[in-house]
């Protein structure tokens, strides 16, 4: 089990390139997140996808968009980067079972704009 | 506002020296409290997850406890190793299972 994998690991892009990251995970959860981290900020949730098929916004969507993929993947895509976008983003999933609601992440995409 | 606030943000140990971090949470309806670990260049590590007040988990050197307006980590005899950060999380989403975190303790054990 591989449980939660980013790619790339890392990327620098100059500002108005666009990118994907790609997540994936083999836990057959139905729930997968994105977040960015950022010094002093803590952890925020970009966009998630609560089931196959559907997706909505998080805390802060603008700049970003998702797609879906199957119930395995989950990418997020910057249309045209900017050097506020430049932080480690961290994609999740997570399952109910019985009482818990744990989520678990992946190892990060360091993503820096010049 | 739903909000996640973590105590001290720092803390420097000595090996075997007991603490307890803390995290205070303002959120309406608490559907879970998590926290995590998270070792530098890597994703956050799942711990515990608590849902009701007075309930307590354990994990080898860490305790963790719930009051219905913070959390404590309670971290006994660390060890080296233990050097980390450490964040809380809330649940806010209900169902979505959406979390919002708290900006971490960094935890540094020294020999």
């Known amino acids: 089990n591989a449980g939660v994998t980013q790619t790339p690991k890392f990327q620098v892009l100059k500002t108005g390139q666009s990118m994907t990251l790609q997540c994936a995970q083999d836990m057959n959860h139905n729930s997968m997140y994105w977040y960015r981290q950022d010094p002093g900020m803590g952890l925020r949730l970009i966009y998630y996808s609560a089931s196959e098929g559907t997706t909505d916004k998080g805390e802060v969507p603008n700049g970003y968009n998702v797609s879906r993929l199957n119930k395995r993947e989950f990418s997020l895509r910057l249309e045209s980067a900017a050097p506020s976008q430049t932080s480690v983003y961290f994609c999740a999933s997570s399952e109910r079972r019985q009482s818990t609601y744990e989520q678990y992440f992946g190892p990060g995409t360091r993503l820096t704009v010049t | 506002e739903d909000q996640v606030t973590q105590s001290p943000e720092a803390l420097r140990l000595q090996e075997g020296e007991s603490s307890s971090l803390n995290c205070s949470y303002t959120?309406?309806?608490?559907?879970?409290l998590f926290w995590y670990r998270q070792d530098p260049g890597k994703g956050p590590e799942f711990l515990f997850t608590?849902?009701?007040a007075g309930e307590e988990k354990e994990k080898e050197r860490l305790k963790a406890t719930l009051t219905k307006k913070e959390s404590f980590l309670h971290i006994t005899a660390p060890k080296p190793e233990d050097s980390a950060t450490y964040l809380c999380a809330v649940n806010y989403g209900g169902a979505t299972n959406k979390l919002i975190f708290g900006t971490g303790t960094l935890l540094a054990v020294q020999p």
């Open positions: 959120v309406s309806g608490l559907r879970g």
């Open positions: 608590l849902y009701s």
